[in-house]
């Protein structure tokens, strides 16, 4: 099973960005699809962002679409989400997530989908 490790996070003013990388080890990435999912506090953990293996296709939440970019570099086994125009509402931890890619389709904004998750990262956006 892969290993995911998060790093990025922090605390950043509403309005500035930030970049988050998900290591793999274990595994070759480019087996794999990703994901990054948030959780805020006293919420559910919601679909962020995914990526193909070949990282020809990405999908957003409708709401994040514009200001985050997943993307991968699977030469360095690492997935990465660029962050801008950060509010105060986008505080939360969080996390990557890997599927290993199989006969079907994959459904990336469905948490249950994925096989093995990171610990996460904090973001915190002050207003």
């Known amino acids: 099973q892969v290993q995911l490790v998060e790093s990025g996070g922090g605390l950043v003013q509403a309005g500035g960005s930030l970049r988050l990388s998900c290591a793999a080890t274990?595994?070759?990435?480019?087996?794999?699809?990703m994901g990054w999912f948030r959780q805020a506090p006293g919420k559910e953990r919601e679909f962020v962002a995914g990526i193909s293996r070949s990282g020809g296709s990405a999908y957003y939440a409708a709401s994040l679409k514009g200001r985050f970019t997943i993307s991968r570099d699977n030469a360095k086994n690492t997935l990465y989400l660029q962050m801008n125009s950060l509010k105060p509402e986008d505080t939360g931890v969080y996390y990557c997530?890997?599927?290993?890619?199989?006969?079907?389709?994959?459904?990336?904004?469905?948490?249950?989908?994925?096989?093995?998750w990171g610990q996460g990262t904090q973001v915190t956006v002050s207003s």
């Open positions: 274990g595994r070759t990435l480019s087996n794999y699809d």
């Open positions: 997530a890997a599927k290993l890619v199989g006969l079907y389709s994959m459904t990336y904004n469905t948490a249950g989908a994925y096989d093995s």
